[in-house]
């Protein structure tokens, strides 16, 4: 009997400490402030061609990746009740959820919708917004991302170690055109691969997410085919009015060592990190481009950066760039013509000169490596807000460059350096409003007339279409007097 009771009092323990132990690895919620929640995604984004008004939906998984349950302090929406976008959490739909639990190594869906009309030209470009996430104090978020208007999207599908994200646009061998029908969105990089030839219409318009870019592989080629009536636009994907000249929103262009025919001619290069990038990685292999009638302004970095290339550069204009406008370095072979560099920077600081020759670099050892410099810099304005503009900075190996006809702000002696020609020095050239990029000259401008006919000839039009050559200006425009100017 008294072992009956034994046995039975012993099953009762077991039994209640299953179910003790069991209640307690689920009612054991993690209260550390370090936990971190996982996404099967930390963007998502609505990847369909809107061509009516339409309602998407896409979905993403909340890991919890802790053995015991968490509470999910506040889900919600950034934009709130404003937002264009509307969630689903574990079943209820709204903008802002509190307390929600995920069980120990469990996971929840949520679904989210997005309902715009992508004909509506009131609409921004790109709609986006947020799911704010507190958990134990813990603040994370996921981005949302649709297109408030048509157009054709790259996004990137490949992710390696040590290199941006990337989809080719352009494999080996492969010719692709990019047309104007449609704005083309990219996220991530382009990359047109080695042999691969891009060539981009007139009238295109480009707009890259933040972080992303153009990519010209070695060997790659690049053809920017606009005209004066029909540039080719690279910016950023923000349309409102308070990004149309914010420096930073997106990577750079970037070309590498390859082809001998390059082209941009008419394009408008704005609000990026780096406008251009042209930079030999591992051999010469002809490292050319020509670049024509292109506009670069606000870039948080620099405006044209080169590493040992070949540049033939002619009715361009450089403004407002936060470090250098146009940085030459590592030697190579320069040849600029009736350009304008307008450097008055105002979003912070700027350490830099505008203009920048180099041809060297020390390596890990400490020694100089340097590699053999040419440039010609004629019938050009460099200019800006810094008491000197332009730094030579050479080594051993031959260095030859020459300014002819040119307006520079400088603290170098031009009279006595042989390797200026006719130099302005020191002028305001007065740009009629350099506040807002616009470095035509005033009517009272030095560098009218200024320049040399025989350069001018050699480029007969202004970035605007306007004969230059029987009293050729210095710089990208050739002033001409307004209606009321002819009258007097």
Not at 17 to 34: A, Q, V
Not at 277 to 289: I, K, P, R
Not at 454 to 469: H, K, M, Q, Y
């Amino acid at each position: 009997m008294i072992s009956r009771i034994f046995t039975a009092i012993l099953v009762t323990l077991i039994a209640t400490l299953i179910i003790f132990s069991g209640c307690k690895k689920e009612d054991t919620i993690d209260t550390s402030p370090s936990i971190k929640l996982n996404f099967s995604s930390d963007t998502l984004i609505f990847d369909t061609v809107f061509s009516t008004i339409g309602s998407i939906t896409a979905q993403i998984q909340v890991y919890n990746p802790s053995d015991n349950k968490v509470i999910i302090s506040s889900i919600k929406l950034a934009n709130g009740a404003n937002s264009r976008y509307s969630i689903n959490v574990d079943g209820e739909s709204g903008t802002q959820f509190s307390d929600i639990e995920i069980r120990g190594n469990d996971s929840i869906f949520i679904f989210a919708k997005v309902t715009i009309n992508p004909n509506d030209d009131a609409s921004p470009f790109v709609v986006t917004d947020s799911i704010l996430f507190e958990t134990n104090g813990n603040h994370q978020d996921i981005d949302l991302v649709a297109w408030g208007q048509n157009a054709r999207y790259i996004l990137w599908d490949t992710d390696r170690p040590n290199l941006p994200r990337y989809k080719i646009v352009a494999g080996e061998g492969v010719d692709t055109t990019w047309t104007n029908e449609l704005p083309i969105v990219v996220y991530g990089y382009a990359v047109v691969d080695s042999s691969g030839r891009l060539t981009i219409e007139a009238g295109t318009k480009i707009h890259f997410h933040n972080a992303s870019g153009l990519w010209i592989y070695k060997g790659g080629s690049l053809k920017v085919m606009g005209t004066l009536e029909e540039p080719v636009y690279f910016q950023g994907d923000r349309l409102e009015d308070f990004y149309s000249d914010l420096p930073g929103q997106w990577d750079r262009i970037w070309i590498n060592e390859g082809a001998i025919d390059n082209e941009i001619n008419y394009a408008i290069i704005r609000n990026g990190f780096i406008g251009l990038q042209l930079e030999t990685l591992q051999e010469y292999m002809g490292n050319q481009l020509f670049l024509s009638n292109t506009i670069i302004e606000n870039m948080s970095g620099a405006g044209i950066l080169t590493r040992y290339y070949f540049v033939s550069g002619n009715n361009c204009v450089i403004a407002n760039c936060g470090q250098y406008a146009l940085a030459l370095t590592l030697g190579g072979v320069y040849d600029f013509r009736q350009i304008t560099v307008g450097n008055y920077w105002s979003n912070g600081v700027r350490n830099s000169e505008s203009v920048y020759l180099n041809n060297y670099f020390i390596d890990n050892q400490n020694q100089v490596v340097a590699y053999p410099f040419y440039a010609n810099i004629s019938n050009s304005i460099i200019y800006g807000n810094q008491k000197n503009e332009l730094l030579i900075d050479d080594s051993v190996a031959e260095f030859l460059f020459t300014f002819d006809h040119c307006l520079i702000k400088t603290e170098i002696d031009v009279v006595q350096d042989t390797n200026f020609k006719s130099i302005i020095k020191n002028e305001d050239p007065l740009f009629v409003d350099y506040t807002v990029n616009n470095l035509q000259p005033d009517s009272l401008s030095p560098v009218i007339g200024a320049g040399s006919i025989e350069v001018a000839n050699t480029v007969p039009l202004d970035i605007n279409g306007i004969n230059r050559t029987e009293r050729p200006d210095l710089g990208a425009y050739q002033w001409t007097p307004t209606q009321e100017e002819r009258r007097r």
